[in-house]
């Protein structure tokens, strides 16, 4: 085990990179890269290996319900365990966890097996998701939450990309296959952030240099005489400040440029916990929770049971005993989605940062909501892949933005482990109800009216953040510098 040194290196903020991506980010990155490749293994055959056990559409959506339930029901425990021990040692036991219940379904005897190990899979993955998440708010520098957000997700979808088309490869060797590969990169990524996460003051000093960076950078450039007035562009942003108006009355400026070291070597946070009730009072938070709702229900819900099973039943005709033929075009379908998605989160990050939270998550749920609701009317493989990937730049566009806003209330003078785990359990919740009514529907009326609830859901969450809605928070509250843009 390391013993990392108690005193942190130092890091000179004239010279460092106000750019640079922080190390502990860029191991993460690294792992949820590695658990992508196996979570998209695992997503296009999960439903079809679950109806080798004689499962009904609605049996096969459960197994993928089984994991949000018990990700909600342990949601509230994940983030007092996480407030208690730290980020790092709860997401390496998170990522044992799903490894372990990973070879346990590869090696399924009957559904009630897999629906069990899938069960104990979500509490592993609700550990290691709000970890990465706590991780990503306090490690981030204010003025790169949205374009790291961005990285964060596009290494998840680059191996989502990865992932389907190992599992084509793999479509010969059978079903459970997958399983056991989606066992091993999630020991491997769980080892590598036990090892190579540097120690957590450390990681903090590096934040705070580069935010400082960030800062020089800006008081040099504003500090360029104007062409107009040959006066400093700085004095505006003075007066700016003393403004009656500016964000700037809610704290203090020098407690967000300094902020207190946060954390000790063993990666728990010493910050205060921002409290629940405190973030509800933030038009952003509500609207996050909505929205994450709806992308649990619509996205992650339906896209991991009842696209694959469409999918199946397109290129089959309904003849669900082809397995190679439909396990090719879910395969298809998750690559082409993760494709449009890797490729739009390359910029989605930057737009997020310099237009705004708000514009980017009502587009993106908005085009993902209309690809949803007329996924079911597709008559033929190339237009369902095509919406597909329509649906993955809409996640693009709204998943970073989303998780920014987040990021932003929560702020970095305080942790957020409760936030986020609220915040999480929105989606869980999603996760739940919608591969169960998508599925009851499916098997009632068939997959267009299911199809059909789901975007509808999404395009009612994006009104949540529509632009002619104006967002408040407390001031008292917020950061000196939040905008809730």
């Known amino acids: 085990m390391r013993n990392p040194a108690t005193t942190p290196p130092a890091f000179d903020p004239r010279t460092i990179n106000p750019n640079r991506v922080p190390t502990g980010l860029k191991v993460l990155i690294v792992a949820s890269f590695m658990i992508a490749v196996g979570f998209g293994l695992v997503a296009p055959v999960l439903p079809n290996y679950a109806q080798n056990f004689n499962a009904t559409v609605t049996m096969a959506t459960m197994v993928v319900s089984a994991l949000a339930i018990t990700r909600l029901l342990f949601a509230p425990t994940a983030g007092r365990i996480i407030t208690r021990f730290g980020e790092r040692p709860v997401y390496t036991i998170g990522m044992l966890i799903v490894s372990l219940t990973s070879f346990m379904i590869a090696f399924a005897w009957d559904y009630w097996v897999l629906l069990t190990a899938r069960a104990v899979a979500g509490i592993g993955s609700v550990m290691f998701t709000v970890s990465a998440m706590g991780l990503l708010v306090r490690l981030s520098p204010p003025h790169m939450r949205g374009r790291i957000s961005g990285y964060y997700a596009t290494a998840f979808l680059l191996g989502n990309l990865l992932g389907p088309v190992i599992a084509s490869a793999l479509a010969p060797f059978g079903l459970r296959a997958p399983f056991i590969v989606y066992g091993f990169s999630l020991l491997a990524a769980g080892l590598i952030v036990w090892f190579m996460m540097p120690s957590q003051a450390t990681l903090e000093a590096e934040r705070d240099a580069i935010a400082e960076a960030a800062r020089l950078a800006e008081d040099k450039t504003d500090a360029v005489p104007s062409v107009a007035t040959g006066s400093p562009a700085s004095d505006s942003a003075d007066s700016a400040v003393d403004s009656p108006d500016s964000p700037a009355e809610a704290g203090t400026s020098n407690d967000a440029a300094q902020p207190a070291s946060s954390g000790d070597s063993s990666g728990k946070s010493n910050l205060p916990a921002m409290a629940v009730r405190d973030a509800w009072k933030f038009t952003n938070y509500r609207s996050a929770l909505v929205s994450n709702w709806a992308i649990g229900w619509s996205v992650f819900g339906v896209q991991s049971s009842i696209i694959p099973l469409a999918a199946a039943y397109l290129a089959t005709g309904g003849d669900m005993s082809n397995a ?27 737009f997020s940062d310099r237009f705004g939270r708000r514009v980017m998550a009502f587009s993106g749920l908005l085009l993902a909501g209309s690809a949803v609701t007329f996924m079911g009317f597709a008559p033929v493989a190339w237009v369902f892949v095509s919406l597909t990937a329509c649906l993955g730049i809409g996640a693009a566009f709204m998943g970073p933005s989303i998780q920014a806003a987040v990021s932003d209330v929560i702020g970095t003078r305080r942790s957020g482990g409760q936030v986020l785990a609220v915040y999480q359990m929105a989606s869980d919740f999603g996760m739940i109800l919608g591969p169960l009514v998508a599925g009851l529907i499916a098997d009632a009326w068939g997959f ?23 967002a408040r928070w407390p001031k008292d509250i917020a950061d000196a510098d939040y905008t809730g843009r």
């Open 324 to 350: 190679v033929a439909g396990t090719l075009l879910a395969s298809l379908a998750m690559a082409t989605n993760s494709l449009g998605n890797a490729l739009t989160q390359t910029f989605s990050g930057r």
């Open 448 to 470: 267009v009216p299911a199809f059909m609830l789901s975007g509808l859901l999404l395009v009612a969450a994006a009104f949540t953040w529509a632009p002619f809605r104006k």
